[in-house]
């Protein structure tokens, strides 16, 4: 796999866009972004996925967050950091499932904790693991905005940087709305 690494080249960020076969929540995947523990290691140790559409300011939070670590695929935290981080910014845990599930005040948006979609690559061989997985789908049973997953081995720290940028109440800008998400999103006109 050949992609733009970081400095210390542990890290490598893979515009896959023009791939449609790859899709998440039924959007193409846009980013693929994953980290190595050593510099001559052919294989990702983890993997984030992130699909068009994906807010740019939490990709780019993401990013941050990876550049910022010394080694970026040591997990150093628990997965209760990235849900800590959802409850600090409002977002209620999932009533039957609140150890592994956080929606948005307006249940447009979730985040979770689970099985992985197949074709998730993770450095960690075992059957079966586990990794986040996150989405917004302003009304039920519509197709997805955004979807983005993290593969298990992905630090909760890193995952954790991406969850506050979304449930960041902070306003954005955005050149448009997406239709659906009309009376879930507000806006408002600079002057």
Do not use: K
Not at 9 to 17: H, P, Q, V
Not at 117 to 127: A, F, K, T, Y
């Amino acid at each position: 796999m050949r992609w733009p690494l970081s400095p210390n080249g542990l890290c490598g960020a893979e515009w896959i866009r023009t791939d449609n076969a790859f899709l998440l929540g039924g959007l193409p995947v846009a980013w693929q972004i994953s980290a190595r523990t050593h510099r001559d290691s052919a294989l990702a140790e983890w993997n984030a996925y992130f699909t068009t559409g994906t807010p740019p300011e939490a990709v780019a939070d993401f990013l941050l967050a990876v550049e910022a670590r010394t080694n970026p695929a040591v997990n150093y935290g628990e997965r209760e950091t990235v849900l800590s981080v959802l409850s600090d910014r409002g977002w209620p845990r999932d009533y039957d499932h609140p150890e592994t599930t956080a929606w948005d005040p307006g249940l447009s948006a979730g985040f979770t904790c689970g099985p992985l979609p197949e074709g998730i690559q993770d450095g960690d061989p075992r059957p079966n693991l586990t990794g986040w997985q996150a989405w917004a789908e302003p009304v039920l049973g519509s197709p997805y905005l955004w979807a983005a997953t993290f593969s298990a081995s992905v630090p909760h720290e890193l995952v954790a940087a991406f969850a506050s940028s979304v449930a960041s109440p902070a306003p954005v800008q955005r050149r448009t709305l997406p239709e659906l998400a009309a009376g879930h999103l507000t806006f408002s006109l600079t002057g």
